[in-house]
């Protein structure tokens, strides 16, 4: 005798056997939509990175840091700096090879509105003693004879805070890798950027950001650089460690590194002895006297 087993499935159970089938079907939609979500957040990663790291830049009050590289008709150059942002003070040892006044070993210093640039024993042989020349900044605007970057101090009064914001305005920042850089781990990321783009990237920011990264911006634009190429690594604490600049101005190329040894710590700079100045301005009065 054969026995029919007849299974009887409750409506319910259908319902939630559906239910769970639609709700897989749902879930796998979302997971795939997720996905491709995150495919367009993993393209925007390096741009985010970059603005985050330039919103970090905005809070920095000083900071140390190394140059290297060649500045237009100013040939190659490498130093060290330590620099406050408010109030503005800076200290840089620099060598510099080209065929400016002060190609060798030479010290800037900018307290307030003077600059102080001192050339050493060299300098002291033809200046009756003195090893320092001082000139007034604000002197500099009016008088275009006064040219630091003459002196081989061009980027004395450079800020590379502000300046390595600029890859903000790109529209090409990708990824690289990660690298140590001074033994910190980084993210490298590059990208263009031109003139144009880093203004138009101006607009919507505060009155202070952008007046300083316009007065950084000026700087090449006086050079004749049309648009830079820029990489810039980013440590763990969304901070720049070290970024790297390259264009074509009118004298020459640019190629500069900066790499940030310390940030938000006191930095004091103090003027040379007096004894030991020369004033510039002074000097050139009684020349044209």
Known sequence: ???????????????RTAGAGL????????????????????????????????????TITSFCYTMTGRVPDAGRVSGEAAMSVKPLAMSMKMTAAGKAATAGKVEIRLVGK??????????A???DGKSWIKFDMSALGADKKLNPAQLGAGQADQNPA????????????????TETVDGVETTHYKGTVTVAEIEASLKGKGKATREAREKSLKQY?????????????????DHTKKFRMRGDADKGPLDMTITFLDINKPVTVTAPPAKDTVDLAEMMKGTEG
């Open 1 to 15: 005798m054969k026995t029919s087993v007849r299974t009887s499935v409750r409506p319910s159970v259908r319902r």
């Open 23 to 58: 709700a897989a079907l749902v879930l796998a939609g979302g997971v795939a939509g997720c996905a491709k979500g995150d495919d367009d957040a993993l393209a925007m990663e390096p741009a985010a990175a970059v603005a985050k790291a330039a919103k970090n830049a905005e």
């Open 114 to 123: 003077a600059m102080y640039i001192g050339g050493g024993a060299q300098a």
């Open 125 to 127: 042989k033809e200046m």
């Open 162 to 177: 502000t300046e390595s914001t600029f890859l903000t305005g790109s529209k090409n920042v990708k990824k690289v890798g």
């Open 221 to 237: 634009e006086k050079m004749g650089i049309d648009s830079l190429a820029m990489d810039m690594w980013i440590d763990g604490d």
